[in-house]
Each structure stands twice: as structure tokens, then as C-alpha cells.
């Protein structure tokens, strides 16, 4: 998957579909997940930091 400085990992039934926050489809994986969770990466060039969301937090 190319990178991407943000993700939503959308459950769909027993499957979660990873977009990139703007309705493109990037991949599905086969696995269950309660709810949907937004990713977002920074890269500080020493250190790479990752913040996790879940949709009512946003």
C-alpha cells in the first residue's frame, strides 16, 4: 500500500476496508473490528508517531 499520512480502517461485516479518508479504496482485510478507527502518521524525520481515533473522538 503506498504511503499514506492518514487511514480509516471501516469495519464491514467480517471484513474492514482501509481507505484514505477521502472515500478511496486502498484495501480490504478479512478480520472483524467494533467499530471504525482513524490512523494518522507523522514523520519527525528521529521518531515516527502514530495517533489512533476512534469516529466519536474525532
Request: cysteine-free.
Amino acid at each position: 500500500m503506498p504511503k499514506h499520512d492518514f487511514l480509516v480502517f471501516e469495519p464491514q461485516g467480517n471484513r474492514v476496508v482501509v481507505s484514505d479518508g477521502n472515500g478511496k479504496k486502498l484495501n480490504e482485510m478479512q478480520m472483524t473490528l467494533p467499530e471504525k478507527v482513524w490512523v494518522k502518521s507523522d514523520d519527525y524525520g528521529d521518531k515516527w508517531v502514530i495517533t489512533a481515533l476512534l469516529s466519536r473522538e474525532y
